[in-house]
C-alpha cells in the first residue's frame, strides 16, 4: 500500500529531506548530532510534516519507535494504557540507543484522561523512553503534559514562506517526473499556494489527478471568476432557470470550496436557505446522535404494516417450550429472485420488530436475505442478512499482513451484516449462537457462490457489543468462529429516510440537480453522506457552528468505529493465500465437515440443550415474546 500511495512512497526519511524552515530543522539535526531528545510537542497545521519529522528523527538516530494515532486507538484509554506500557517496559533487542520513542501522532484529539496517563507514563519510563507528540492545537494539550515537552511551533512566518513553498514546488516536480505525470507549472505553484502549507494536501490531489496522465488547470477553481450576487439575485427573485445556468458554469470548481463561498453569501442574504438549511437539517436530528437513531427507529416502527399489538403478529414467532434435540429448522430466502421466497416488505417490517438498529432496505453490494423458521411450529427464530464486506479493516489486514487486492478478496469473502435472533429464542435458545452459525456453513457459502458467481471462502461480521469486554453472540463458537480484533471505522452511523433524503436533494440542487456519486456506485449512500459532511465542515468558516458540528460528528463516530471483528473460513485452510493470490485453489482442511449444516445444528442442540436445562432448572425460562413497539419511545437501546 505506502508504494501506491504518494504521500507515503515519497516520506522523507531524514531531516535533510523534510521540508521545513531552516531554524526548525537546524533544531532537530543537533538533537540527532547529540544522539539526545527531549519529550517533545510538535505543534502545526495539518499536512506540514510534525509526524515525519518524528519518524525521520526516529530512523537517524537509529531508535525503535511505536506510533499512537489519537484520532484512532489513542481516545481509548485501556488501549494506550496496554500498548504504551508494553513497548516502554521491554529492552530493545534491534538497537544500541539510549531511548526507545513512543509518537503520539494527533495528540489533541485525545482525551484528558489519557493525558494524564501519558503525564504518569513520561516519568515512569523517563530512563529508557522519550515521547513526541504532534498536535494542530496546542491549547487542547493538559497543562500537566504541556509543562514536560520542549513545544516546537512548525508555524512557518515571514520571508520562510516563499523559501519552504519554492522546495516544496521543486520536490513536487520531481515527483511527478519519476510518476510520468506531465504538469503545468503555473498550475502547481497556484495549487500549493492555494492549500499552504498542506504539502499532504497538495500530493493527495496531484495523485488524485494524475490518473489522466497530465495534471492542468482542471485542477484548479478560479473562484476569481464565480459571481455568487448573481445566484443570490436570482435565488431572491425565484429565476430558477439562471440559478440551474449558474450551476452548470461552477461545475468545474472544486465544490466544497465553491460552497463555503456560497455559504457565507447565503448566510448573510438570506433566512436559512441553502447550505445553511442543510446544516440544520442535520442539527434538528441530532443533538446526540443516539437520539436521532432513536427517532429513526421510532419512525420505521410506527410505518411499518400492522400493529405491534396485532396477536397473529406475535404469533409469528417462536416463544414455545421445547427441548432443542427436537427442533428443526428451514431457511426461506427473500425477494423476487427466488422461487416460493418471502416479500421483501415483510422481512424488514419484521425484522424492524425485533432489531434494535435503524433497519434499511438496502446495504452495500451483494446482498441476501434469509428468515429461518422453527419447522415444527412454523414460527420465526431470526434473521440474516450476507452484504459485501468493507473494503478496509484494521484485524483482517494484520491477519492477511497487508491491504489485499479488492477484486481478488470480494471475489472470496462476504459480510455479515444482520445477525438478529427473536425473543425469547435467543435468550433461551442461544438463538444468535446458531444463526452465526449458519452463516458459516457449506450451505450458505455454496448458496451464496450460486447466487453471486463467487467462490467464497471468508465470511465477516462485527459483535452487536462494540469493544466491550462484555459477552458476546459470537463467543465460544470455537473453531467455527474466532475473534480477530477491534476494528476501526471512519464513518459515523448513517442517516436514513426523510432526514437523508432531505440533505441530498438540497446538495443535488447545486450540483444541476445530479447525485453526489454516480448510481451505480457500490456503496452509494454511504459515499454521498460523506461528502455531504465533508462540503458542510469546508462551508462552516463560523467557528462556533464548526466546533459544534465536529463534535456532533466526533460523538456519532464514538458510535461505530470499534468493534469487535470475527472471522470464519469455513474450513478451508489456505484463506489467506488465496486471497493474497499467492494461490489459486482452495484446499479443504480436516475440520471440513464439521461446516456441514446438519453437523453445525448437532453441534448447536448439545450447547442450547444445556442452557434450556439450566434456565429451566433455575426457573428463568421466557415465553412471552418481545417486540418493539412505536410506545417504548426513549426507551429503545440503539446498539451499532
Known amino acids: 500500500m505506502s508504494d501506491f ?6 516520506r522523507p526519511k531524514t531531516i535533510d529531506d523534510c521540508i ?13 548530532k547529540s544522539g539526545e531528545i527531549p519529550n517533545m510537542l510538535l505543534s502545526g497545521p495539518p499536512g506540514i510534516g510534525k509526524t515525519t519529522v518524528a519518524k525521520a528523527l526516529c530512523h537517524e538516530l537509529g531508535v525503535d519507535y511505536y506510533v499512537i494515532n489519537g484520532s484512532d486507538e489513542g481516545r481509548f484509554l485501556d488501549t494506550v494504557r496496554t500498548n504504551a506500557k508494553n513497548f516502554a517496559s521491554t529492552v530493545s533487542l534491534s538497537s544500541d540507543a539510549k531511548h526507545k520513542i513512543i509518537i503520539i501522532d494527533e495528540a489533541d484529539n485525545t482525551g484528558n484522561d489519557v493525558q494524564l496517563l501519558l503525564r504518569a507514563f513520561i516519568e515512569e519510563f523517563s530512563s529508557n523512553c522519550r515521547f513526541i507528540f504532534t498536535c494542530n492545537y496546542k491549547n487542547k494539550i493538559i497543562e500537566p503534559l504541556h509543562s514536560r515537552c520542549s513545544v516546537i ?38 495549487l500549493i499556494n492555494k492549500h499552504f502549507p498542506d504539502w499532504r494536501r497538495v500530493l493527495n490531489e496531484c495523485q488524485r489527478y ?24 436570482n435565488l431572491k427573485e425565484k429565476n430558477f432557470p439562471e440559478v440551474r445556468k449558474w450551476v452548470v458554469d461552477n461545475l468545474d470548481n472544486d465544490p466544497s470550496v465553491l460552497l463555503r463561498h456560497v455559504y457565507d453569501a447565503l448566510f448573510d442574504a438570506l433566512e436559512g436557505p441553502g447550505i445553511a438549511a442543510a446544516v440544520l437539517i442535520i442539527a434538528r436530528y441530532q443533538h446526540t446522535i443516539e437520539d436521532y437513531l432513536r427517532f429513526a427507529k421510532k419512525e420505521a416502527i410506527v410505518s411499518r404494516s400492522g400493529s405491534f399489538e396485532d396477536v397473529s403478529l406475535k ?24 422461487q416460493n421466497s418471502l416479500p421483501q416488505d415483510y422481512f424488514v417490517n419484521l425484522l424492524t420488530a425485533t432489531s434494535s438498529a435503524v433497519i434499511e432496505h438496502n446495504i452495500p453490494g451483494r446482498e441476501l436475505r ?36 479488492l477484486k481478488i478478496f470480494n471475489r472470496h469473502a462476504v459480510m455479515g451484516f444482520a445477525i438478529v435472533p427473536s425473543q425469547p429464542f435467543g435468550y433461551n435458545y442461544l438463538g444468535g449462537k446458531l444463526l452465526a452459525l449458519m452463516c458459516v456453513s457449506h ?64 446538495f443535488s440542487y447545486f450540483n444541476n440537480n445530479q447525485p453526489l456519486t454516480e448510481n451505480k456506485a457500490s456503496s452509494k449512500k454511504l459515499k454521498r453522506q460523506r461528502r455531504m459532511v465533508s462540503i458542510i465542515k469546508n462551508s462552516l468558516e463560523d467557528t462556533g457552528k464548526l466546533k459544534l458540528f465536529s463534535e456532533v460528528m466526533d460523538n456519532a463516530l464514538g458510535l461505530t468505529e470499534r468493534k469487535r471483528s470475527y472471522t470464519s473460513t469455513y474450513g478451508y485452510e489456505n484463506v489467506r493465500e488465496v486471497i ?14 464439521k461446516f456441514y449444516l446438519e453437523n453445525i445444528i448437532s453441534w448447536w442442540k448439545k450447547k442450547a440443550g444445556k442452557r434450556y436445562e439450566k434456565l429451566k432448572r433455575e426457573g428463568r425460562f421466557r415465553t412471552e415474546v418481545e417486540l418493539w413497539t412505536e410506545d417504548d419511545g426513549d426507551d429503545i437501546q440503539i446498539i451499532r
Open 315 to 338: 404469533e409469528k414467532f417462536f416463544n414455545k417450550d421445547i427441548h432443542p434435540q427436537d427442533m428443526e429448522f428451514e431457511v426461506k430466502f427473500i425477494g423476487k429472485r427466488f
Open 370 to 405: 434469509w428468515m429461518v423458521f422453527e419447522k415444527n411450529t412454523k414460527s420465526i427464530v431470526g434473521f440474516i442478512r450476507f452484504g459485501s464486506p468493507t473494503i478496509n479493516s484494521k484485524p483482517r489486514n494484520i491477519w492477511l499482513g497487508k491491504a489485499p487486492d
Open 5 to 10: 500511495i504518494w504521500v507515503e512512497k515519497y
Open 580 to 593: 493474497l493470490g499467492e494461490q489459486d485453489k482452495l484446499v479443504r482442511g480436516q475440520n471440513w465437515d
Open 210 to 233: 494524475s490518473i489522466s496522465g497530465k495534471i492542468d488547470s482542471g485542477i484548479l477553481a478560479h473562484f476569481s471568476e464565480v459571481k455568487v450576487n448573481d445566484l443570490i439575485q
Open 20 to 32: 521545513l524552515p531552516q531554524s526548525i530543522k537546524k533544531t532537530f539535526k543537533d538533537f540527532v
Open 153 to 190: 511551533d512548525f508555524g512557518i512566518k515571514g520571508k520562510e514562506k516563499a523559501e519552504v513553498a519554492h522546495t516544496f514546488f521543486r520536490r513536487l516536480n520531481t515527483i511527478l517526473e519519476t510518476e510520468g505525470c506531465e504538469s503545468d507549472k503555473k498550475v502547481l505553484a497556484e
Open 443 to 506: 450451505f450458505a457459502r455454496e448458496t451464496l457462490n450460486r447466487v453471486f458467481e463467487k467462490e467464497i471462502a471468508l465470511f465477516e461480521t462485527t459483535s452487536l457489543y462494540g469493544s466491550t469486554s462484555s459477552a458476546s453472540q459470537y463467543d465460544g463458537l470455537k473453531p467455527f468462529i474466532r475473534f480477530k480484533g477491534l476494528t476501526d471505522s471512519k464513518f459515523p452511523p448513517l442517516l436514513h429516510d426523510e432526514a437523508f433524503h432531505n440533505l441530498h436533494d438540497k
